[in-house]
């Protein structure tokens, strides 16, 4: 079994939380800055992990204390504590210092969230929340005012009373929340339907009918890196051995540096945040089992590192082939409309295409092995999934194949986001076409809204 370990979702969330400081705070860098959010499960557990890389102070509630204490442990949080002012006065610390730290408030997020506001100063910049909402009443949130055993003892033997907590404690929730975002702070939705099902308990969420006041990170954030084709690029050394992952994670640095010195302005920061990802990658350990590694690239870089790791394998540099993968979480991987294909706006969001096409055309490319399926998580009946492998085994073949394969797998997904008006999508199209004049992709007419308005009112 290849198996990517717990880095895939650190190296997705540190990209957010840096994407998400360059877009609503304008900075390149985040160092004294807070991040507040909640969840130290499965997933969710990255956050503090992700904000050290991403060089800020973060401060994640989590209710349950096996969950907390597992991550303090691992050296995924840096600070365990159930008193909220230690909280703060480690929060003013570091802000002061502009030091780097992990804060886990072992307690209820609500009450994390009130004591913020409570603060005369604002000591928070960004904002997000990682309980598992898709199943909120099932165990997923845990409401304020009651203790953990308790919560868990009224939800098998009052469900309704239990709903009525969740409710109540998502609507003090956002409160919190509005109060410190009408101070400055962003807050962004993490794709665990916490908007959804905060609307649905009556907080104040809305913008409107049909809108939410706050942004979802893969519909704000991570859409405009996949729209300029950058995505979670994987390989595996299937020799196991950790020296032939060490050197392949030099290559790809190498690249990413190169690329990166001569890229447009718009990817070149993209280039940046993954060199000092790949850089840092061996010393923050996540590897577990496989020896494999996951990098955002576009398909200018998944094809040079493809073509450069093949080479290693022909040249014997490595002791065994190097298969290359990627998440579904991609680019053109994924048709979801409340999340991956969120950002693609023309209402053709809530078709299923793309993955499809990808899954189809990847195995025409010569894949090794395609795979097409339903999401999990959040997903489960709600995304499909488009998937590939190909073994990268030194033959000319295999590098011709690599490449030719990504490039459809990449590109396929920008043109059909460029063709709904993505701005970044048609800016990467147009350059694709510039370096390739046999690709040829319709780009969208566009017309102005108060014209389009003026044809129906
Ligand atoms: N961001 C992403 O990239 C991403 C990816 C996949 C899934 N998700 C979604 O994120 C959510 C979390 O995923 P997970 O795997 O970490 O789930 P999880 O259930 O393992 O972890 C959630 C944690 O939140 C804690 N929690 C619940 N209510 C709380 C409260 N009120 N205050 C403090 N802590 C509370 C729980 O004790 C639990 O440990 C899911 O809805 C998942 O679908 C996000």
């Known amino acids: 079994m290849l198996d990517i370990g717990p880095q895939g979702i650190v190296h997705g969330t540190t990209l957010t939380i840096l994407n998400a400081g360059r877009k609503y705070l304008g900075l390149n860098e985040l160092s004294g800055k807070v991040f507040v959010t909640s969840g130290l499960g499965g997933m969710s557990g990255a956050q503090p992990k992700a ?81 598992s909402c898709h199943n909120v009443f099932g165990g997923g949130y845990y409401p304020a005012g009651v203790s953990f055993e308790q919560a868990n003892e009224i939800m098998h033997k009052d469900p309704e009373e239990f709903k009525r907590l969740v409710q109540a404690s998502l609507r003090r929730q956002v409160k919190a929340i509005s109060a410190l975002a009408s101070r400055g702070m962003r807050f962004w939705d993490y794709g665990n339907a916490f908007l959804f099902e905060a609307s649905r308990a009556g907080a104040d969420v809305m913008k409107d009918a049909t809108h939410f006041k706050y942004p979802s990170y893969v519909q704000d954030i991570m859409g405009d890196i996949f ?158 999934n488009g998937g590939h492998g190909l073994v990268l085994d030194g033959t000319e073949e295999a590098g011709a194949n690599a490449r030719s394969m990504l490039y459809w797998d990449v590109l396929n997904g920008v043109a059909r986001r460029a063709f709904s008006g993505n701005e970044n999508a048609e800016f990467t199209i147009e350059e694709a076409m510039k370096l390739n004049p046999q690709l040829e992709i319709t780009l969208p007419v566009k017309c102005d809204d108060s014209v389009l308005h003026g044809l129906f009112h």
């Open 51 to 131: 904000s050290t890389i991403a060089g800020c102070i973060s401060v994640t509630a989590e209710v349950d204390l096996k969950a907390a204490t597992k991550r303090l442990n691992q050296g995924w949080v840096d600070v365990l504590t159930s008193d909220l002012d230690e909280v703060m006065t480690n929060v003013k610390e570091a802000r002061s210092h502009k030091k780097v730290l992990s804060i886990a408030y072992h307690g209820n997020v609500v009450d994390l969230w009130e004591k913020f506001v409570a603060e005369p100063e604002l000591l928070v910049e960004l904002g997000s929340d990682q309980t």
């Open 227 to 384: 729209s300029l084709g950058f995505g979670p690029f994987r390989w595996v050394c299937t020799s196991g051995k950790s020296e032939d992952l060490a050197l392949t994670d030099r290559v790809a640095g190498d690249i990413c540096s190169s690329l990166a010195s001569k890229s447009n302005e718009r990817s070149k920061k993209q280039y940046e945040d993954n060199l000092k990802w790949i850089e840092q990658a061996g010393e923050h350990k996540l590897v577990v089992g496989s020896q494999a590694r996951i990098l955002y690239s576009d398909h200018i870089g998944r094809s040079a590192i493809a073509s450069a790791f093949n080479e290693l394998v022909k040249e014997g540099k490595v002791a065994g082939p190097i298969v290359i993968s990627r998440d579904h979480h991609d680019v053109s991987g994924t048709d979801s409309p409340y999340r991956e294909t969120s950002n693609i706006e023309d209402g053709s969001q809530f078709t299923s295409d793309m993955a499809v096409q990808n899954f189809v055309g990847d195995a025409i490319r010569t894949a090794t092995w395609v795979a097409l399926h339903n999401g999990g998580g959040v997903g489960v009946g709600m995304a499909i």
